[in-house]
């Protein structure tokens, strides 16, 4: 009798191991399987409805494109890429110190927020024709774009990390003898670590939009100049394509940002979350 439960045990979980395997790999394909649908449907629409290529080109013509103009992408895209990881890395370094001084000090917080919020009020393209009268059309309007438009969250959560960190507890490593210092450095930016990397992965894919954006106005090369090139000689199955090749770095980038938070803060994570 031992033997049949110690058998029905060792049974059901394996059966349970091989479920939860099978389940991890349920959720790593189904967003593959929903782009290939959507690909498909956006191929089988433009087969039914016979639509012109300069109005939606089907996806074998914008695969057909990127393989016509591979250099010219190829080129293009690094330099969206390194504009857009220059602006975001600025960001990442002044959003984080002035996060974690408006986190750490009331008086920064009151004093520093609402510049923040009407900072981030402005609309990013209005500024741009600015930065091409001070700094010239090229690489540094889209730099500062990039930061503009990735500044904002990045600030906002790791002040959030840092003012969400429990009364009780401060009181407690007060009463300890803890310095202001010692709290910040051993607690606060440790607790702050799930908000910084939840706002680095909206920041930088916030950071590619700026950078199209300001290439698209006053940009001399990147996948935003080839699309407006694009546009005006009607080729629209390389707008597609520079829009596809900027989904693919967006994805990209966040997801090395999303390794790096899993290896980082697994302490902060729960399995499944609210929706397990």
Known sequence: MAADVATKAATDATGGARKGLSTRQQEALLPWLFIGSMVLLWQFACMAL????????????????????????????????????????????????LGVAIGSSRFIYRGMYPVLIGFNSIPKVAVVPLFVIWFGAGTVPAILTAFLVSFFPIAVNVSAGLANVEPELLDVLRALGASRSDILRKVGLPRTLPYFFASLKVSVTLAFVGAIIAETVAGRDGIGYLMMAATANFDTALVFAGLTIISLMGIMMYAIFAFIENRMTRWAQRDGGMMS
Not at 50 to 55: E, H, T
Not at 76 to 85: G, I, P, Q, S
Request: charged share 5%.
């Open 50 to 97: 016979d639509l012109p290529a300069f109005v939606l080109p089907s996806p074998v013509a914008v695969g057909a494109s990127i393989q016509k103009w591979a250099l010219p992408i190829l080129q293009n895209a690094a330099f969206t890429l390194l504009a857009t990881l220059c602006g975001f890395a600025i960001a990442v370094v002044l959003g984080g110190a």
